[in-house]
Each structure stands twice: as C-alpha cells, then as structure tokens.
C-alpha cells in the first residue's frame, strides 16, 4: 500500500542537469522532514488521526510501534507466523502484529497499515520505529544535516553518479558498493576497514552512535583491557537485555576514498551477529548520503566537524542508551584530531521556520552551538508563535551552558504553550539546578498533568521526586509508567527499583516496595542501593534478620558503605543485640558523620 501511494508523485525532473546526467532522470518523492533530537532522527506522521512520532530507522527491516504505544493508541494485536522472532542488540524480543486502519505520512493518508509491536519504550516521545518498508521504496537519501530524508526514483541512471549535489558546488564525494537488498534482507550493508581489517557493516541511522562489535574490535586488534579502553555504559536495543560499552582508540577508520586516523570507537558487546559494525546517526550527520539501491552503491559527501560522537549513548530504534567519556575524533583525511574543521552550513539556505529550526536541531546534535543558535534564533525571528522552536533554542542554551538565556527562552515556549511537555520538564529541572524547589514543584505537576500515562516522562520526573524527598508523589509517577508496559520492558527493573526505593524510604506501601525489589534485583545491576532499599522494608515489616542479611550483603559488597552498617545497627538493636547495634552504628557515623541525622529524616533511630 505504501509503494502504490508513493509511486504517484513525480516532482522533480533532473534529466537537463548536464554532463553524466544528460540521460538520468531522478523523480524525487516529497521531502521527510527530519528534527535532530540529540542524536535521534525523528519524524512526525499520524496513527488514526493522533500525532505519532517515529524515529527514523535505516537499520529497521520493518516499521515497529512499542507495545506501550500500540496499547495508548487502542490497536489491536494478533500474533505472528510460528517460529517468527525479531532479534537485535539486546537479543530477542516479543512480537505481533497491529494494522493501522489510517497511517498519515507526508499529510497522506494511508488506508490499512502494518506495523510489528515489539521492542521497548523508546523515550522522547516517540511511538516507534519508521523501517526500511518506507525506505526501499527507491534510492534514499539521508541530508540528516538539513534535517531532510528524500526518496527517489531513478530512470536510465545505471551508470550516472548519484551524488548530484556535488557536482556543481564541486564537493569531492565517496562511492562505496553496498549489498543486494531483499524484503527479506533490506539493510543497507557494506564494508569498511578498520585499522585495515574489512568490516561488514549495516548503515543504521537508529544507532545514535557509530558501533563496532566486540569480536570485530579484536579482529582489529583492539582489546577492552587494553590501555586506553574506558568503560561507557550500557546500551540497549529491542532485546530484553542491556549491554556493556567501552571507548576504545584505533589507528584508522577507511571508508570508500575517506579515512579518518587516530580515532576513537565505541565498542558493544551486544551487536547481532552477521555485521561487525553500525555506522550510525553520527556519521550521517556529518555526511550526505545517497543509497542508490538501484545501482548497489552508496555515495557521501563530508559536511565537516568530528564524524563518530562518543557523548551519547548507541541506542535508538533506539540501539542504546548509555551516558559516555567524552571523546573527539579527527576529521576524514587524516585530518589531526585537534584540528578537525568546524562543521559548517551546507550550500543552499533553508526558506522557512521549519528549516532554519530542523538544520539548527542538526548543528547542536553535533555540539556546535554557534551555528545551531544562529539558525534556531532564525527560526524563532520568522515564527515567533511556535513555542517548540523557542523549547529548542531554549535547550541548546542550557547546553552552552547559559542558564539565565535557557530560562527565558523556556519561560516563552510555556508562554506560548503551556502544556508543552518537554519545555515543563526542561524548565522543572533547570529551577532544581537553581534551587528553586517551589517553581520546580510546579512545572512538575504541571507536566504530570500533560504527560500521558504511559510517557517516560513519569520515571523522569519520579526521579525528581525522590530527589526532593517527596517519596508518595514519586512512587505514584513509576506507578504510572509501570502500570502501561510490558514486564518485559527492559528498563522494567530500572522503573520498579526507583518505586522500590521510594516506598522505602517513604516508609508505606511495604507489601508492593517488597515485590518491586524482588523483580529488580532479578536483572538490575544496581544490587547495591535494591539491597539496602529491601532491607530497609524488611526492617519497617518487622522482619530483622532478613534485613540485616540484606544489608550483609550490601556491606560484602561495598564495605565503606555508611548507610548499610547504621541500618544495620538499627536492626540489631531491634533484636535486642545491644553492644554488636551500637559497635554498628558507631563505625557506621566514623564512615559518615551526616549518616545519623539522614536516617532520623527517614524516620529510623536507634
């Protein structure tokens, strides 16, 4: 149904354009638009009338809705053919089947569209995942850096280079052959060298980062106990598990005629197997990229800047979500990494609003907030009603780390909207930075209100909660987020370890504080804080020695661990074990002096 809609549009006849493309004709679809978020490609469309948006997802062989999404949007499911399973990083997750009775892309409607439900809570407010069912409609082009995505179709092009935005701006562009894509087998899939080992890798721009499997990474002969290799997190992607991240040095990245030296990688341990890596939304920011799937071929162009970004996590589609070392890579050429050039406006300025706001969305994805600010200022100058473009500049301030700007700029968005969701939240955490418990307190109810259920932003702002030690209003905004997803959910345990936590040191709600610790500590790895968090409801219930064997194992495996030892104490004087209590407690106040009076704010005394 996809392809019979899009096939009817023919807007753009390159067939005059001269030299090799005397006898091409390209036919270009409307323009995907695309805004930047962080590294995240995102695009608006609409599921049954309801805004819905997706992350655009090159490395997706289907489009894909979260089961929280499909579940706020009343669709209905059914299962898939036996013995069918989707699997990525992460490894394998659930599956069905929804129709959607009208899918609204490009202000078109769509009548009876398939999507897979699976997968995770994306965050951002996103639904799910656009895929290559959208994708391989034709060539593709990806200009991440304009925030546009364009299809096309191609007439007599076999042997004319595709790059057609090179040649009159005389901009030196790369080829690379790719492999042959099926409906079965649609990635974009090709190879690259890394410290001259040939890589097969899938070009993903749901990967916010550039990732190279652990088992590839040595092929090249890096190790993650080598020196130099730094742990970064964990990442995630539709499977149930998360995985280990390291950044590591490598001599030499080659792709095509581009070779980037000196460079740092981030290394997955939970890539799927076939592909040694994903080149991800970093590098197609700092590229324009044409998949000529008709010819086999992908061409790029470099648009200037560091190319892999080792800030963010290597999720969406999302692949991963992990905090990292900050690292900057050289530029192509063998460029010296502290000399790579600025990135730097593409040729051809943007006619409206939406484009100065989606192109300066681009430039501060990629830290540079010189151009970003200039074009999101653009963008507030031409639309001064749009409260979304002031939330952006608004953010990209803060990034700068210019406060008082971000605050104003967020004060202007509510102004103009004030429900938006994002800028309440923004400006919510901003008045907690400043202390400001009372204006914090009042943009976060604010945004509970305009939150849906099912949002993220219910863990986000239970995180604030607890943070202010209003531990009721933080269990019931997990309660929120728990109540609308799957068990299976993969930040399930991060979810019900906070309520965990919360109900603890709340001191109510004991029966389900229990049963959210127990889930957690199956699969988080914050055992830690869950052990002292269940000991500490064990020990509000009455139940002293399970409590203190919690808290026996917290100090096993932290010994400086004041918290533990005074709660510990605590216990034991309870059982009447006077003299081992306060032994306890007197190492736990020597560990820390403050630890008494924190636990008297919980309610607990010797």
């Known amino acids: 149904m996809l392809r019979s809609w899009l096939t009817g549009f023919v807007l753009l006849d390159l067939a005059g354009s001269g030299g090799a493309f005397a006898a091409c004709q390209l036919e270009k679809f409307p323009d995907l638009a695309v805004t930047m978020n962080g590294l995240r490609p995102t695009v608006h469309a609409k599921i049954n009338g309801s805004d819905a948006l997706f992350i655009a997802d ?141 890589m097969r890798v899938y070009f993903d721009t749901g990967a916010a980062g550039s990732v190279i ?116 890579d050289a530029a192509p050429a063998a460029v010296p990494p502290d000399s790579a050039p600025a990135a730097v406006p593409a040729p051809g300025q943007p006619t409206d609003a939406a484009g100065f706001a989606r192109r300066g969305a681009a430039f501060i994805a990629r830290h540079d907030y010189e151009h970003g600010l200039a074009d999101l200022t653009r963008a507030c100058e031409l639309n001064p009603s749009e409260a979304s473009y002031f939330y952006q500049r608004g953010m990209a301030h803060w990034y700068n780390r210019q406060r008082e700007l971000a605050l104003a700029d967020l004060d202007q968005a509510i102004k103009l909207q004030p429900d938006e969701l ?28 305009a939150a849906p259920r099912q949002s993220e932003v219910h863990v986000h702002l239970g995180d604030d909660y607890t943070h202010l030690a209003q531990f009721a209003a933080a269990a019931a905004q997990y309660g929120m987020w728990i109540d609308t997803h799957d068990g299976s959910d993969v930040h399930m345990a991060h979810v019900r370890g906070g309520r965990c936590r919360a109900r603890a040191l709340w001191g109510e709600e004991l029966d389900g504080g229990l049963a959210d610790c127990n889930v957690a500590l199956k699969s988080s790895e914050n055992r830690l804080a869950l052990l002292n968090s269940r000991g500490l409801i064990q020990q509000r219930r009455g139940d002293y020695d399970k409590a203190i064997a919690d808290y026996t194992q917290a100090i096993s495996m932290q010994p400086n661990d004041a918290w533990a030892h005074y709660l510990r104490g605590v216990a034991k004087l309870r059982q009447g074990k006077t003299g081992e209590g306060q032994s306890e407690i007197a190492a736990a106040t020597a560990l820390d002096a403050a630890v008494a009076e924190r636990a008297s704010q919980r309610g607990i005394t010797p």
């Open 213 to 328: 499997t652990l088992a590839a990474a040595k092929r090249a002969g890096v190790s993650v106990d080598a020196p130099g290799v730094v742990a970064a997190g964990q990442s995630f992607g539709i499977g149930r598990q998360f995985v280990q991240t390291w950044i590591a040095p490598f001599a030499s990245f080659r792709i095509g005629d581009e070779e980037i030296r000196n460079t740092k990688l981030r290394i997955d341990a939970g890539l799927m197997r076939g592909v040694d890596m994903l080149i991800g939304a970093d590098f197609f920011l700092s590229h324009r990229i044409y998949v000529a799937t008709s010819q086999r071929k992908l061409y790029f162009t470099y648009n200037g800047g560091p190319v892999f970004n080792l800030t963010a996590g290597t999720s969406a589609a999302a692949k991963a979500n992990s905090t990292a070392t900050d690292a900057t």
């Open 58 to 198: 090159s490395g997706a062989f289907f489009s894909t809705l979260s089961p929280a999404a499909a579940a706020s949007l009343h669709l209905s499911l059914r299962s898939t053919p036996f013995g069918f399973a989707v699997t990525g990083v992460g490894g394998e997750s659930q599956a069905w089947v929804t129709e959607v009775a009208h899918f609204t892309l490009l202000g078109v409607d769509i009548p009876k569209v398939e999507f897979l439900v699976a997968g995770n809570d994306l965050g951002g407010g996103t639904v799910g995942l656009l895929g290559q069912n959208v994708f391989r409609l034709g060539d593709v082009e990806y200009d991440l850096a304009n925030g546009v995505i364009r299809l096309w179709r191609t007439k007599d092009c076999s042997k004319s280079a595709l790059a057609y935005w090179a040649k009159d701006a005389q901009v030196a562009y790369s080829v690379i052959d790719i492999e042959r894509a099926s409906p079965q087998q649609p990635h974009t899939a090709g190879d690259v060298y890394v410290n001259n080992v040939r």
């Open 422 to 449: 994002n800028a309440l939240v923004a400006r919510a955490d901003l008045h907690l930075g400043m202390r400001d418990t009372a204006a914090a307190l009042t943009d976060m109810e604010a945004a509970s209100r």
